[in-house]
């Protein structure tokens, strides 16, 4: 059985920092693209960054330079590292894991093959 499990979400002040994880078990985690995406209260989900093979990664135009992100395949966990925060930065974040097998692909609709339950990150002005 497939699990993805985020930690580190919380309330920060604007500007703060927060690094997530995600822990994934009963995959073979480096045949796998992970992602992380995030979706604010009445919005649709949308891609934060990707990262695959031994830490390429892609960056929405929104977090770029601002956030990092990671994997560590002997852990079998990817890391979201949210530098300066903003309020719009506020948002359930949810990580995901894409098969290798499948096209590499950044829209957020239908992405992953396994999901978190997701952690909230509030960021407070």
């Known amino acids: 059985q497939v699990q993805l499990v985020e930690s580190g979400g919380g309330l920060v002040q604007v500007g703060g920092s927060l690094r997530l994880s995600c822990a994934a078990s009963g995959l073979t985690f480096s045949y796998y693209y992970m992602g992380w995406f995030r979706q604010a209260p009445g919005k649709e989900r949308e891609l934060v960054g990707i990262t695959w093979g031994s830490g390429t990664t892609h960056y929405a135009d929104s977090v770029k330079g601002r956030f990092t992100i990671s994997r560590d395949n002997t852990k079998n966990t990817a890391y979201l590292q949210m530098d300066s925060l903003k309020p719009e930065d506020t948002a359930i974040y949810s990580c995901?894991?894409?098969?290798?097998?499948?096209?590499?692909?950044?829209?957020?609709?239908?992405?992953?093959?396994?999901w978190g339950q997701g952690t909230q990150v509030t960021v407070s002005s």
């Open positions: 995901a894991a894409r098969s290798y097998l499948k096209k590499f692909t950044t829209q957020a609709t239908s992405w992953g093959d396994y």
